[in-house]
């Protein structure tokens, strides 16, 4: 993985809603970090950058550097809460990482071939059930995306969880619970141009 992020935070002293109301009207972010057999830590950080790093959607699927006071932590991001009202962070969460311990991660799918796939080229519509899938993986195996590929998928058909060409030492958290999680992922509707042909 490249493009490594790094999240500049403060340790933040005080919790509750009034401390982080008046986080948020210094023009900051209140976030937590936990996990990795440490206490849970508040946080601080500054809204601007915050905005910055969100705008990569790569962000949600890397390991991240969180520098707490000088002293950097490897973590995910697991939560980004938001101001449906405004353009504003109002908290993020963070989990802590061991690179030698498995994590469950949702990873954004990017779909491919759509318009030249055997369904597209007869004006078929793909219809995505899903936009990411959560894996289990070693952080340093994790991928910043999984590819689908739609050039073989034709009108009426679907690609389910079990059909996803994985990277190594990935799994679908969904499909270890058993074969009746393999939901589809994204399946090839008939367009008005393909009804349009069966009815000429």
Known sequence: MSNVFEFVAQARGRS????ARGTRRQGNVPAVIYGGHQEPQMLVLNHN???KHLEHEAVYS???DVTIDGKTEKAVLKGVQRNPAKFQIMHLDFMRVSMSEAI???V???FVNESTSVGGKKGGVAAHSLVDVEVSCLPGALPEFIEVDLANLDIGASIHLSDLVLPAGIEIVALVQGPEHDLPVVSMMP??????????
């Open 62 to 64: 890397h390991i991240l």
């Open 108 to 110: 954004p799918l990017h």
């Open 191 to 200: 367009g008005k141009t393909g009804q349009d042909e069966s009815a000429a």
């Open 16 to 19: 509750g809603k009034n401390a």
């Open 49 to 51: 950058e915050v905005i």
């Open 104 to 106: 469950k991660v949702h």
